[in-house]
């Protein structure tokens, strides 16, 4: 079954530093999104992206992030210079029909822990 | 902006037992999805719902959409250990490629 893979599953970075989140969608799908999940907290929204640029992402989504589509298979998520609260859940998800009519399929996450 | 209301935020109920979990919008819904997540894990899609009034099931969980397309009820029948876990709704503010928002999630616990 097709699945939609992120990694690392686990990051322990010092504040300040450099993180690149890595996803891997689903072959044949064209849009990508980036959720995160602070503990205990709501899934919350940070990107979409289609035809290699963002088409939407929400207040949290500041310039300390980034995203790329490098080559045809990989999707990142870059955060330039983590904060303490960047410690989250990060999921990636892809679907493959253009409106909100088909499954929206997630990655089993990378957590990200800033200290 | 949209909001999703889940109830309970936790379940606690006995093996054997039926068990239901609502999720209201202030404002219609073009989409409502239904996910669970365990701990620290990802989201698995359980259901989709479009229409006013649509009914699905998959094994015994039934999901439904009500006619103003602003509540929606997920039922398990006979609850499991398997089922414990968060269940989460999300919602589609229209057709186009929007993402979705979800609500904080409802947190099942079976026991045995």
């Known amino acids: 079954e097709p699945e939609v893979t992120q990694t690392p599953s686990h990051q322990v970075t010092q504040m300040g530093q450099e993180v690149i989140l890595r996803c891997v969608p689903i072959?044949?799908?064209?849009?990508f999104y980036w959720y995160r999940q602070i503990l205990g907290q709501k899934v919350e929204f940070l990107v979409s992206f289609y035809n290699n640029e963002i088409s939407e992402k929400s207040e949290i989504f500041d310039d300390q992030f980034s995203v790329e589509r490098p080559d045809g298979s990989n999707f990142t998520l870059k955060i330039r210079s983590t904060k303490l609260e960047d410690s989250a859940m990060y999921f990636c998800?892809?679907?493959?029909?253009?409106?909100?009519?088909?499954?929206?399929?997630f990655g089993e996450g990378s957590r990200l822990t800033v200290l | 902006s949209q909001e999703l209301e889940q109830s309970p935020q936790s379940l606690i109920v006995q093996e054997g037992k039926n068990l239901t979990i609502n999720c209201t919008s202030s404002?219609?819904?073009?989409?409502l999805y239904w996910y669970k997540q365990k701990y620290g894990e990802g989201l698995i899609f359980l259901m989709m719902l479009q229409k006013g009034g649509e009914e699905k099931s998959h094994e015994k969980i039934t999901a439904k959409l009500d006619e103003k397309k602003q509540q929606s009820s997920l039922h398990i029948t006979a609850s499991q250990p398997s089922h414990a876990g968060i269940y989460l709704c999300g919602a589609a503010k229209n057709s186009g490629n929007t993402p979705l928002v979800f609500g904080k999630g409802t947190r099942l616990s079976v026991i045995a």
């Open positions: 404002k219609t819904l073009y989409g």
């Open positions: 072959s044949n799908h064209l849009y």
């Open positions: 998800a892809s679907r493959g029909t253009a409106a909100n009519t088909g499954e929206l399929f």
